[in-house]
């Protein structure tokens, strides 16, 4: 347990950035699969900030893992979304 001063100021599904270090609120959903341990169908995802999206979906990218960046609003909305 990490003691907190505020536990309850966020709710528990405030998305933040996957990057290190970063605490911004995502807006992206960077989706990926490693196909050497996911099944095609699977998705990983990462949130990203406005920032870090780039970096991210860079890295990804460069590894062929990357299957798409959607908005966080839109993923959400997805009825498969998760
Ligand atoms: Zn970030």
Redesign the pocket.
Known sequence: MIPSASPSDQGPESP????KG???A?VWVLAWNNPKVHTPERRKTWL?????REHLSNFLGMRGFLKETVELEEWEARPDAG
């Open positions: 933040i950035c996957s990057a970063c605490r911004a995502a990203a900030c406005d920032e870090h």
